[in-house]
């Protein structure tokens, strides 16, 4: 039995149908699963240069408050864009994160950029120095970067 089985592969040339159709839905499930992943992955690194830019506009703020003895008022998206110019106020083409919303006052602020996700993470600076770090995730959108619970920093 087994003799004539490989005489029988050795005289073949070529794949079967079913062998052909094997292959396809391996290459298939493979498919499905890595794709998904991919598109997370994409997601989490815009959502990651939307918390690098926080990072810098909290910078910015600090130094706004340093320029002006200590007061925060002046924090603004346009004020905060003339300290570092890396900080956007728009998302342009293609998009990327900006700062969506800054305002302050003599001494908290609060920082809100947007990722090109449109997924959003905030700072705020309380009056007595604490530091939360908040981010929102619309129905129905990917959490990309921001973990269950809505706290990244």
């Known amino acids: 039995m087994l003799l004539k089985l490989r005489e029988r592969m050795a005289s073949e040339k070529g794949f079967t149908l079913i ?3 094997v292959v396809m839905l391996i ?3 493979l498919a499905a699963i890595a ?8 997601n989490k690194a815009s959502d990651s240069s939307a918390k690098e830019m926080a990072h810098t506009a909290q910078v910015a703020a600090e130094t706004i408050a340093t320029d002006n003895n ?6 603004s ?3 905060l864009a003339l300290i570092d110019n890396s ?4 998302s342009g083409t293609p998009a990327k994160p900006f700062v969506s919303a800054a305002t302050g006052t003599v001494d908290s602020w609060t920082l809100t950029i947007t990722s090109p996700t449109t997924n959003t993470f ?4 309380a009056s007595d120095g604490t530091l939360t770090y908040d981010c929102v995730v619309l129905p129905g959108k990917d959490r990309g970067g921001c ?3 809505d706290h990244w920093g």
């Open 77 to 79: 998206p346009a004020n």
């Open 122 to 125: 905030s700072i705020t600076r």
């Open 27 to 29: 290459i298939g499930i």
């Open 147 to 149: 973990p269950t619970g």
């Open 35 to 42: 794709i998904p992943t991919f598109f997370n992955q994409r």
């Open 87 to 90: 900080i956007k106020t728009v």
């Open 70 to 75: 200590g007061s925060y008022a002046t924090v």
């Open 19 to 21: 062998e052909l159709l």
